[in-house]
């Protein structure tokens, strides 16, 4: 089962969840850090890493010689990521989404496919913690590619938790919409009642069965579970505000270690999201 833990904008302790929640399960668990542009679970998880690898995307790029200017490629592309002007014809590829059209549609072969380095991806293992993070290089526009390379190590047949991108664009949606099912995390704040419900709207035109967990909780009746009530959402866990999670995090360590009575609840996670597919 691949469990999505996902939210609506950043800062509301994705991150923290899952590391955390890898840590409460008592079974081997795969642990993958989607978050590419700005992966951090390797703090709290602090793996021996095993290896690294190299990912690469197809790009067109394009022979001049051969090139007549004819435009039928920048004509095809949805995403204007090559232009003709002239006899010129250029490739942009922060804006190519590698979809191969401009290379099958070119009369005269001068576009060719190349590889792309976009990112790498880095496995390790902490005790019954499997860690796979992908990692986007500097200056990189899709992570996509690299998000759905690094779900391809989710385990088979076991657990897996992927730590998704933050906000409800394209990352957030290639990541979620792999999973089985999905926990939202938030804050009992304004911002973070707006964020969720933007989530919300998106989850569920992917169809993926869902919860939702409120980080640092200082009173019962917070807005998040008026939402949730109304909505009939299930609100599956309820982290207590407590100065030493903020403590624990601040070392790289998870919010385990200083709040045990959390780990039943996450334990539940899983089995409460299984009873909803
Ligand atoms: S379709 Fe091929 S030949 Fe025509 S402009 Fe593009 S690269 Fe050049
Ligand atoms: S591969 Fe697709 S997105 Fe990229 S330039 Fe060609 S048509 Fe555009």
Known sequence: MKIAVASGKGGTGKTTLSCAMAFAVQEEVTLLDCDVEEPNSHFFIRPEIESREQVCRPVPAVDSAVCTGCGEC???CRFNAVVSVGKKTLVFNELCHSCGACIRICPTGALKEIEEPIGQIET??????????????VGQAMSPPLIRKTLEHASPDGLTI???P???????????KACDAAILVTEPTPFGLHDLKLAVE????????FGVAVNRVT?????IRTY???EGIPLLVEVPEDRRAAEAYSRGESINSVMPGLNETLRAVPEKLKAML
């Open 74 to 76: 920048a004509r095809v």
């Open 166 to 176: 933050p906000g409800t664009s394209c990352p957030y949606v290639t990541a979620v």
């Open 162 to 164: 992927v730590d998704c």
């Open 228 to 230: 949730c009530e109304a």
């Open 219 to 223: 009173d019962e009746a917070h807005p």
């Open 124 to 137: 390790g293992r902490r005790d019954h913690v499997r860690f796979v993070s992908g990692r986007l290089d």
């Open 202 to 209: 998106t989850i569920r035109d992917l169809g993926v069965p």
